[in-house]
């Protein structure tokens, strides 16, 4: 009943996993979006809540999401169905892996436009665009990208084709590879760039903002976008992780690899902080610039500095690359059901779910020209239009209720055996760790955050 192998492949150990997964949590989600929103939310106090949530939400439901992948052996849908027979429960859990098949088509659309932009800058800064730039002129560089439809489309479709090429050949084959040069190059790189910001920037003052939390800044608003992000870089709550989980071997050790993956994602995600907030400063610009803040601030000092052209090239390049090993894992459990259940060839189903990503795409295209309008969100202004409107949904309010409903699963719904059984933790402080943390806390503190965010607390 409990398969051990998938029929979609096997990595071949537990550093192949552990770097596909690292693949799929560090992406844009720690390079473009937490600087963003830990400039729109205040700074220190948005940090402190995020990391909180990631060591007390993300890493006990990451280790159960692997953990029901693992057991399941398939697409998140048909795992959920597995999952729910086995342990004589409602198939109404298969809707964890529904729920996550859609909120990967919304984050793939937004997300493909995104990796656009990074393609388009890693164009500039081969081409010399970043010379001596300033505040001044990296808000116009950015603004004529953003506000010329067509080229948004075409780098998106750039990104999708691309995505959609590597899908259809199955996630293991060069994954492992990639992301073995791609991470610490892209570490390197940070380190150079932070190594500027102290020279050159305001490191100061960047370091005080990421880092001194002023709890008055601090909005219900605030609050569930960090745990919402929490979600999102680490991959949790859409199936993911638990399809990665599905290709583990069985000896592996889930608590290891979840917190080194966590711990690599956190790491970059800071990293990449130190290096904005201190140009931000140096500059003029805006903590709360938005979703352009890596764009407007990076290019800064590439223009400045020796080498920039390599460096800057070299940089967008990469994040182009750990956007790709993040979009692949977004569209994965998709492809795999269609696999599963419809018989579908590996290349048909990709290119049916890259059609369909690369459709909504185009509603994130015109959200920063044609189509923006302007809403509130937790008495917060979005002038983004449908790209904030799928960003917010997704990210503050999917993945933390898919994320909800693994824990539950796992922590009240699944027999205490199959757990103990699957993480191999004994009966010891660990396991009894985990499962206060996935009965209890981790729930808790996302229903708490949902009552907070809608007024009810
Ligand atoms: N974790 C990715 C990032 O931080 O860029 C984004 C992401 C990938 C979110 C896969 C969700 C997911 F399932």
């Known amino acids: 009943m409990v398969a051990t192998t998938s029929i979609h492949g096997m990595w071949t150990t537990r550093l192949a996993f552990i770097l596909a997964a690292t693949g799929s949590a560090v992406g844009l989600g720690n390079v473009w979006k937490f600087p963003y929103i830990t400039g729109e939310n205040g700074g ?39 999952l729910a027979h086995a342990e004589d429960r409602h198939g109404f859990w298969q809707l964890i892996g529904w729920g996550g098949v859609i909120a990967g088509f919304l984050i793939i659309s937004y997300y493909s436009v995104i990796a656009g932009w990074a393609i388009a800058y890693a164009f500039r800064a081969l081409g010399g ?24 489309l075409a780098w998106h479709t750039i990104f999708m084709v691309m995505t959609t ?30 190594g500027y910001a102290l020279t050159s920037g305001n490191f100061m003052d960047g370091l005080r903002f ?39 071997p069985a000896s592996a050790s889930i608590t290891r690899s979840t917190i080194i993956i966590a711990l690599m994602d956190t790491l970059v995600a800071l990293l990449a902080g130190m290096a904005i907030f201190p140009i931000v400063f140096a500059n003029g610009l805006e903590p709360g610039a938005g979703p352009g803040l890596v764009f407007l601030t990076l ?12 460096f800057g090239t070299l940089f967008f390049v990469l994040l182009v690359f750990a956007a790709w090993t993040s979009a692949i894992s977004l569209i994965e459990p998709a492809v795999a059901w269609l696999v599963e259940n419809q018989g579908f060839a590996r290349v048909r189903a990709s290119v049916y779910v890259g059609i369909v990503a690369w459709l909504l795409g185009i509603m994130t295209v015109l959200s920063f020209n044609d189509w923006a309008f ?22 503050n309010f999917m993945l933390p209720l898919g994320g ?54």
């Open 44 to 82: 220190g106090a948005f940090v402190l809540v995020y990391i909180l949530c990631v060591s007390m939400i993300g890493i006990p439901i990451m280790m159960a999401e692997i953990m029901l992948g693992r057991r399941g052996r398939q697409s998140p849908i048909n795992t959920m169905r597995t």
């Open 299 to 310: 290019p800064i000092a590439f223009g400045n500095m020796p080498g920039g052209l390599l």
């Open 374 to 395: 302007s809403f509130d969100f937790a008495g917060e202004a979005k002038t983004n239009g449908v790209f904030d409107l799928v960003d917010i949904l997704t990210a």
């Open 210 to 248: 990421l880092f001194v939390p002023d709890f008055g800044a601090l909005s219900a608003g605030a609050i569930i976008t960090a745990m919402g992000h929490a979600f999102f870089t680490l991959s949790l709550g859409m199936g993911a992780i638990m399809m990665y989980g599905s290709y583990l």
């Open 129 to 152: 665009s970043f010379t001596s730039l300033t505040g001044e002129t990296a808000k116009d560089l950015f603004g004529a990208l953003t506000g010329d439809p067509e080229r948004l």
């Open 165 to 194: 090429i590597v899908i259809s050949r199955g996630v293991r084959s060069g994954l492992e590879q990639a992301v073995r040069v791609l991470m610490p190059a892209l570490f390197g790189l940070l380190l150079v760039l932070v």
């Open 404 to 457: 909800l409903a693994m824990a539950l699963f796992a922590g009240w719904f699944m027999a205490r055996a199959s757990t103990q059984d699957e993480l191999a933790l004994g009966q010891g402080p660990a396991y009894r760790l985990w499962r206060v943390l996935i009965r209890y806390i981790a729930p808790l503190a996302v229903v708490l955050v949902f009552f907070n965010a809608v007024g009810l607390l």
